[in-house]
Each structure stands twice: as C-alpha cells, then as structure tokens.
C-alpha cells in the first residue's frame, strides 16, 4: 500500500493551525499511526487507529479520516512542532509509510 | 518505563552480514511484535520485519531474501542479520515496539544504529 503525504513541506508560524494529508493507495482500515520525527531522533508516535492520542502526546495533535483519506492537524503550533511528520499504514504487510512532510518555521 | 537499547556494528563493506540486536528493558516481551526500521540518510523510514515472542516473522518482501530476524526471550533481545550488503544499506535502523492487539502502532523505540557500507 502506497501512502502519499501532502505537502511534502510547509512552513508555518507558531500559533498556526496546521493540516497534513494522508492519502493511501487502498483503504487500510483504521491502521493508521502519525509520527514526529526531529533531526537526529527516533520518530515518536503521536496518533495511533486514526485519531487516538499516544499517551504523552499533547492535546493540540488531533487525526482523523477514513478508507483512505486520513489528516494530521495541529492546533496551534509550537516551536516545538517544528520537525518531519510521516503517517504510516499498519494493516497489511508490508507496513509503509508516507514520504515524510517537513515543517518549517515561517 | 520500557527501553530499547540496540547495538551492532557501524561500518560494513559490501557483501559483509548487518547484525544488530535489540534488548528490551523494564518491560514485558510478550504480547509485542518487535520490529525493525531503516533510514537512509535524508530518505524515509521502511519497515523490514517484525518478530513476536513466539518466533513468528512477517518481512518486507524488498528484503526477504537477505533478512533474518530472530529473538532471545532468555535474555528479552531480538536481532537483524541482513547479508550482501551494499551501498544501498547505509541508512539507520531502528529496533521498535508494538503491541499484538487493536489497532497499535510503534510506540518505543530504541535509539537508533547508523550502519554505513562502504
């Protein structure tokens, strides 16, 4: 299965609202998982079955969708935020991710 | 709090065997499938294959060929063996966690190994 991330990089400013695209090749369920990735690090999960939080995770990260449109939304933005965010699809092997979508500082 | 610490050898030449293990700290084995990732440099993450503590194995089919996985549960370590490596392997591999029911996804995850081929 083939996940398209969309845009592929956006810049932003803190206090933005932010909306990130997920767009699968087959509709794959609720398997589907976000992640943030900084420079240097291990990704680190934010948004597990669609839309449910990873304990930790704070509040202003929220996902949702269906079938084979899903969205990575983020509130407000935080300097914080600023990394590469990347959706992955968990049901049907092989796992897959999207391409990655790198937000930047405005 | 659960950890996974991975380890395993930084500089490969070509056609040489990829090792790494993964050991699981402070937390259960069982009940996980326990994976592992890759990221060549600037480049996306790709799934390679996961284990659960049973021994069962599901792998990428890119990489079926050349990819062994295998876990310890004497010792709550799992291990990557990939063979006749190329340039195409440099990349960092992480090992990572996830649970075996509902709709889970990787939720620990070790520091990552930079391997390089060269």
């Known amino acids: 299965i083939q996940l398209t991330q969309s845009p592929s990089s956006l810049s932003a400013s803190v206090g933005d609202r932010v909306t990130i695209t997920c767009r699968a090749s087959?509709?794959?369920?609720?398997?589907l998982a976000w992640y943030q990735q900084k420079p240097g690090k291990a990704p680190k999960l934010l948004i597990y079955?669609?839309?449910t939080l990873q304990s930790g995770a704070p509040s202003r990260f929220s996902g949702s969708g269906s079938g084979t449109d899903f969205t990575l939304t983020i509130s407000s933005l935080q300097p914080e935020d600023f990394a590469t965010y990347y959706c992955?699809?968990?049901?049907?092997?092989?796992?897959?991710f999207g391409q990655g979508t790198k937000l930047e500082i405005k | 709090q659960v950890q996974l610490q991975q380890w395993g050898a930084g500089l490969l030449k070509p056609s040489e065997t990829l090792s790494l293990t993964c050991a699981v700290y402070?937390?259960?084995?069982?009940?996980?499938?326990w994976t592992w990732i890759r990221q060549p440099p600037g480049k996306g993450l790709e799934w390679i294959a996961e284990?659960?503590?049973?021994?069962?194995?599901n792998y990428n089919p890119s990489l079926k060929s050349r990819v062994i996985i295998s876990i310890d549960t004497s010792k709550n370590q799992f291990s990557l063996d990939l063979t006749s490596v190329t340039g195409a392997d440099t990349a960092v591999y992480y090992c990572?966690?996830?649970?075996?029911?509902?709709?889970?996804?990787?939720?620990?995850w070790g520091q990552g190994t930079m391997v390089t081929v060269s």
């Open positions: 992955q699809q968990l049901n049907s092997y092989p796992y897959t």
């Open positions: 087959q509709g794959v369920s609720s398997y």
């Open positions: 284990i659960n503590h049973s021994g069962s194995t």
């Open positions: 079955a669609v839309s």
């Open positions: 990572a966690r996830q649970a075996l029911y509902g709709y889970a996804a990787f939720d620990i």
């Open positions: 402070g937390g259960s084995f069982s009940g996980y499938q």
